[in-house]
């Protein structure tokens, strides 16, 4: 394997991203943040770049960063010359719109286990 890419969203969280990642890493293989799940898992998976010494590149999806995701949430990762880098601030560096969850159109979905 010369690649692996991940995405946060879908493989199992943060935690079970470093574990991907470690594991990569013990294969000398680099790792890329895959996006397309809102600027949430982005904003998380650019931290987690940042945090793994194997990260290789961020995926973005420039239509979804230029488009929707400023809908979402208060800040996004700033993109400068190329480099995506975390936002400031605590947690993720943002928070989602305090008018998010009541707007029309929007739905909530719980999964139970």
Known sequence: ?????????????????????ALA????????AHDCNGPVVLSA???F????TNAYVQE??????YGWYADVVTALPP???GAITAP???GL???????FKTREGTFSRVSRT
Request: charged letters at 15%; one cysteine or more; glycine letters at 10%.
């Open 1 to 21: 394997m010369s690649l692996l890419i991940l995405d946060i969203g879908w493989c199992g969280g943060l935690t079970e991203a470093r574990r991907c990642a």
């Open 45 to 47: 998976s650019v931290h």
């Open 60 to 65: 973005i999806v420039r239509a979804f960063y």
């Open 93 to 99: 560096g943002m928070e989602l719109l305090p008018d």
């Open 88 to 90: 400031e601030g605590p």
């Open 79 to 81: 993109v400068q010359d």
């Open 25 to 32: 890493g013990s294969y000398l293989t680099p790792v890329a």
């Open 49 to 52: 770049c940042q945090a793994t």
